[in-house]
C-alpha cells in the first residue's frame, strides 16, 4: 500500500518537532531518510491520481479478464493496460469515473456498443486477415451479429479455434442443419469427419451460402474429385449444379438425395416417355417391360454422373 499524503506529512512533522535525546538523534536520521525514500516512491504514484484499466480491472478481482494476457492478444498494443484499450478504445470518461461512463467499445453486458462499433473495433486488426474481406454484407453481418457471438476474447484459447466447440455454437442457431446431422443419409459432420467450416467461412464469402468455393459444384469437387470431369457423356443436371439431386447436410434418402428413387429423375424425364411405367400408361410409346417397371433408375443408368465409355451415352456403362 502506498501511503496517503497526509500521512506522510503528519509523520514528518511528528519527526521534526520531537526532542532529540542521544541516540534517538541517530534512528531520526535514519527514520528521516527511510521517509524521504519512502515520499520519492509514494510521489508519482500521488501525482498520478487518474486510476488505468488495471487499478479497476485487478487481476485479484476478476482473475477471468486477465485470461486476455495468455492469450493470442496478450501482446497487442504493447501488452498491460494498452491492451485492454486496443478493442475497448482509450475510454479516457470511463477510466475516470468508471461506475457511471461506458468505456469507449463494450461488447457488454452492461453498455454493449452498436454492433457496427464493435466491429469495427476487432476489424481494425483483423479486416484484411482470415478471409474477413466479406464480413461486410454477409448473412451473419446482415442479421446484427457481433464478432463477439462467436468470439470469446477473455480466455486463453478463443472456443471457436476449436472445430468441436465451433460446430456446438453454430447448432445452437441453426438447428434446422442440427436435426440434418441425425438423419440416416448425412455427411459425417456429428462424427467429426467434415466441419460446418470445411464448407463454409463464418465470415462470409462473395458466394452462394458463405461457401469457401467460387460455386457449389467448386465445394463438392473439393472433396469428390472424381465426380468432376470432364465425362465424354455428360449429365447436364451434375455440371449444372449438384444441388439438383443431392442436399448437403442430410437426408432421408439414401446418398444425400433429395428424393427416392425413380421420382428423383421423374422430376426431370418424363415418366411417360420412358418404358418404365406399366403398358397402358398414359402417352406410352412403347411395351411395358418387366426389367424397368418400378424399378430404379440407376439399375440400369448407374452413370449418373456421366460416362466415359464409348457407348455409355445413356449412362447405362
Ligand atoms: C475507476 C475504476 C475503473 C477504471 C480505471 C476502469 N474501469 Fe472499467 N469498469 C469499472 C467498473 C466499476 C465497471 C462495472 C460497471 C458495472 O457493471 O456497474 C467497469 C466495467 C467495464 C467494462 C464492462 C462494460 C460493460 O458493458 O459491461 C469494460 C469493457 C471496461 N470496464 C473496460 C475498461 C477499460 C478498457 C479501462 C481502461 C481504459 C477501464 N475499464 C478502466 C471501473 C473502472
Ligand atoms: C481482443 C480484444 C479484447 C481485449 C484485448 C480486451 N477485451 Fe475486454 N472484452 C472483449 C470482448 C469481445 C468482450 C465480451 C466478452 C468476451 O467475448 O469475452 C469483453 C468483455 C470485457 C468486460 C466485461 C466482461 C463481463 O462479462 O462482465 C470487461 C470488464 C473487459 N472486457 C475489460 C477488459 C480489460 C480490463 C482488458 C485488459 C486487461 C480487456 N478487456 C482486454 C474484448 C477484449
Ligand atoms: C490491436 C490489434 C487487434 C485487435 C483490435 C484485435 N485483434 Fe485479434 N489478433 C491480433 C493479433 C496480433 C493476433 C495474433 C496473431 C494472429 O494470429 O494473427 C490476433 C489473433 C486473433 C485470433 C486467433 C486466436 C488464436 O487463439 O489463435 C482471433 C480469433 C481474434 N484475434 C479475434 C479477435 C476479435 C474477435 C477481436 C475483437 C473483439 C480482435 N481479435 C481484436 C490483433 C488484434
Ligand atoms: C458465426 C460465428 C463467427 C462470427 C460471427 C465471427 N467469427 Fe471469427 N471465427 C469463427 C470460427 C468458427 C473461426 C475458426 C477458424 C475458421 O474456421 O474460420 C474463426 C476465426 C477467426 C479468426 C482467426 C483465424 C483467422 O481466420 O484469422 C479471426 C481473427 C476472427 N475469426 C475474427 C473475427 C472477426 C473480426 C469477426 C467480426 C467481424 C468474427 N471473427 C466473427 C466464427 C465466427
Ligand atoms: C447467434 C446465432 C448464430 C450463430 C452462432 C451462427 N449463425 Fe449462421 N446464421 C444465423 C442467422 C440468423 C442466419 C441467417 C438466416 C439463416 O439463413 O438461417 C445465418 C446464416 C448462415 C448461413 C447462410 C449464409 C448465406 O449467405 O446464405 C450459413 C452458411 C451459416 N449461417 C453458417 C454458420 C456457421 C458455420 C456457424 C458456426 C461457425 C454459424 N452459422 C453460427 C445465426 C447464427
Ligand atoms: C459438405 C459441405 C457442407 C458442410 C460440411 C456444411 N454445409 Fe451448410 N451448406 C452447404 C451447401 C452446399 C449449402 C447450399 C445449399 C443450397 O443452396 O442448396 C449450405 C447451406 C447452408 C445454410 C443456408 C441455409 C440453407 O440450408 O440453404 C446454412 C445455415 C448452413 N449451410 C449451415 C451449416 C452448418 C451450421 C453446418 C455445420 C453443422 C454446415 N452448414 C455444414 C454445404 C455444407
Ligand atoms: C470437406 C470435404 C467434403 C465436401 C466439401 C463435400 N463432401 Fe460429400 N462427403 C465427404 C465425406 C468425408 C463423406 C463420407 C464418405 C465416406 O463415409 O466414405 C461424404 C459423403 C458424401 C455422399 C454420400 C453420403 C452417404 O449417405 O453415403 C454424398 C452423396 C456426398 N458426399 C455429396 C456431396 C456433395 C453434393 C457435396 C457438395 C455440396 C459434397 N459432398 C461436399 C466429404 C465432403
Ligand atoms: C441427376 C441427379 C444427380 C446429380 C445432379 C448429382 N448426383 Fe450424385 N448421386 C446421384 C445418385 C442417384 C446417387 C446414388 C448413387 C449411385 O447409385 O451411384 C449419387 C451418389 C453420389 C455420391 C455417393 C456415391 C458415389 O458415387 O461416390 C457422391 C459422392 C455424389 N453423388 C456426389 C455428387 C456430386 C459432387 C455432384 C455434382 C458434381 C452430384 N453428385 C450430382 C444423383 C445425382
Ligand atoms: C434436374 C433435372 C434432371 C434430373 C433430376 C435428372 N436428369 Fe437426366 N437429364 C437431364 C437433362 C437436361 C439431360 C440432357 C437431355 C438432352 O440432352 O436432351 C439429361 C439426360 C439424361 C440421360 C441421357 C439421355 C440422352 O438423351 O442422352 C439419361 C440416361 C438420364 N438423364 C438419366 C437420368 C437419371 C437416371 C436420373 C435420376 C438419377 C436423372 N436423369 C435425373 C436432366 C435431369
Ligand atoms: C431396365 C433398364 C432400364 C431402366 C430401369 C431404366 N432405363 Fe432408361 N433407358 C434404358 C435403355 C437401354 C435406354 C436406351 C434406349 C435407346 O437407346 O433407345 C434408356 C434410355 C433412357 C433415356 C434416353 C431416352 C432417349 O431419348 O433416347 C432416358 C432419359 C432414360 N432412359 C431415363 C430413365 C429413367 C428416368 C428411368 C427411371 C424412371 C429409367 N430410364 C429406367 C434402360 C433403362
Not at 80 to 106: Q, Y
Not at 137 to 149: F, P, T, Y
Not at 259 to 283: D, K, L, T
Request: aromatic letters at 4%.
Amino acid at each position: 500500500m502506498v501511503p496517503s499524503a497526509r500521512f506522510i506529512n503528519n509523520a514528518i512533522g511528528l519527526l521534526f518537532v520531537s526532542p532529540a535525546h542521544g541516540s534517538a538523534a541517530m534512528i531520526r536520521k535514519q527514520l528521516q531518510f527511510a521517509i524521504i525514500a519512502l515520499c520519492s516512491l509514494a510521489l508519482p504514484a500521488l501525482a498520478q491520481d487518474e486510476p488505468g484499466c488495471l487499478d479497476c480491472h485487478a487481476q485479484e478481482d476478476s482473475p477471468e479478464l486477465h485470461q486476455v494476457f495468455n492469450s493470442a492478444h496478450g501482446d497487442v498494443n504493447g501488452g498491460g493496460a494498452a491492451a485492454c484499450t486496443a478493442c475497448h478504445g482509450p475510454s479516457e470518461a470511463h477510466d475516470r469515473r468508471g461506475r457511471r461512463v461506458s468505456p469507449d467499445i463494450s461488447f457488454g453486458p452492461k453498455w454493449g456498443s452498436e454492433p457496427a462499433a464493435q466491429n469495427d473495433s476487432c476489424l481494425a486488426c483483423h479486416e484484411s486477415t482470415g478471409g474477413k474481406l466479406a464480413w461486410l454484407g454477409s448473412e451473419h453481418e446482415q442479421e446484427n451479429m457481433v464478432c463477439a457471438d462467436c468470439h470469446d476474447s477473455h480466455t486463453t484459447r478463443d472456443p471457436v479455434m476449436e472445430v468441436e466447440t465451433a460446430q456446438t455454437q453454430c447448432l445452437t442457431c441453426h438447428s434446422r442443419q442440427r436435426a440434418e446431422l441425425n438423419m440416416p443419409s448425412r455427411h459425417p459432420i456429428a462424427e467429426g469427419k467434415t466441419a460446418c467450416t470445411d464448407c463454409h467461412n463464418p465470415h462470409g464469402s462473395t458466394t452462394h451460402a458463405a461457401l469457401h468455393q467460387v460455386t457449389l459444384n467448386e465445394n463438392c469437387y473439393s472433396c469428390h474429385e472424381e465426380k468432376r470431369g470432364p465425362m465424354l457423356w455428360e449429365h447436364e443436371p451434375v455440371t449444372e449444379d449438384c444441388a439438383n439431386c443431392h442436399t448437403p447436410h442430410g437426408s432421408v434418402h439414401d446418398n444425400l438425395l433429395t428424393a427416392r428413387g425413380p421420382a428423383q429423375c421423374q422430376q426431370c424425364h418424363s415418366a411417360a416417355f420412358h418404358p418404365s411405367v406399366p403398358y397402358g400408361g398414359e402417352g406410352l410409346s412403347g411395351s411395358m417391360n418387366a426389367n424397368v417397371a418400378g424399378k430404379n433408375c440407376m439399375n440400369c443408368h448407374s452413370q449418373v454422373h456421366g460416362s466415359n465409355h464409348p457407348s455409355g451415352a445413356r449412362l447405362t456403362r
